[in-house]
């Protein structure tokens, strides 16, 4: 990158930080996540509770999935015109959007358990082939979203953009599904 080229100052907040221990936690904290999550929405009986609003946070986790959806492709835009502020707070508040949603799906899980899909016929394998994408490419956006982040805040540009190239699609791909997943359910559930 250009020395003439104006960053933010936080995007040195993390350098100084070893790469390797960077790296290491972030795959650790992801695994540990992704298990809870799995004994989370298939092993663990629902919890009781008579609260009527834990019915409502699907569509909330859905709302969160589109604002997620929408901070990346204005991020995306403002990295194209070189708008490195802009970019950074589009792709902060992508990150807070998904870790609320990543909050609101807990909840709702804890409490509701597995969402069963009753369509029939063609569109249960559109569903269910939409279902298995979003959860194979969930598993590897939170560690591919993480290093992406530790590499910008940590000055490691040229690192950055290689995993952001990756990063960004599968994000993409993992926020917009998320939103079907809700409406198919909501659809033929």
Do not use: C
């Not at 490195?84 to 409490?111: E, G, P, R, W």
């Not at 969402?115 to 591919?144: A, C, D, N, Q, W």
């Not at 993409?172 to 909501?186: E, N």
């Amino acid at each position: 990158m250009a020395n003439d080229i104006k960053l933010p100052d936080s995007t040195r907040a993390l350098q100084g930080i070893d790469s390797k221990k960077a790296i290491i936690t972030i795959i650790s904290i992801s695994i540990v996540a992704v298990l809870m999550l799995f004994w989370l929405i298939y092993f663990k009986p629902p919890s009781v509770t008579e609260l009527p609003w834990i019915k409502n946070l699907s569509a909330l986790n859905a709302t969160f999935n589109a604002l997620s959806t929408l901070f990346l492709l204005l991020g995306f835009n403002e990295i194209r015109k070189k708008q490195f502020d802009k970019h950074m707070n589009y792709m902060i508040s992508a990150l807070i959007s998904s870790a609320l949603f990543l909050v609101s799906y807990i909840v709702y899980h804890t409490f509701v358990g597995d969402t069963k899909f009753m369509g029939e016929g063609f569109v249960r394998y559109i569903y269910f082939f939409i279902l298995i994408t979003h959860i194979v490419l969930s598993v590897f956006v939170v560690p591919l979203v993480l290093t992406t982040f530790y590499f910008s805040l940590s000055g490691q540009f040229v690192r950055h953009r290689k995993i952001a190239k990756w990063t960004f699609p599968i994000w993409l791909y993992v926020s917009v599904t998320g939103v079907l997943v809700f409406l198919f359910l909501k659809m033929f559930g």
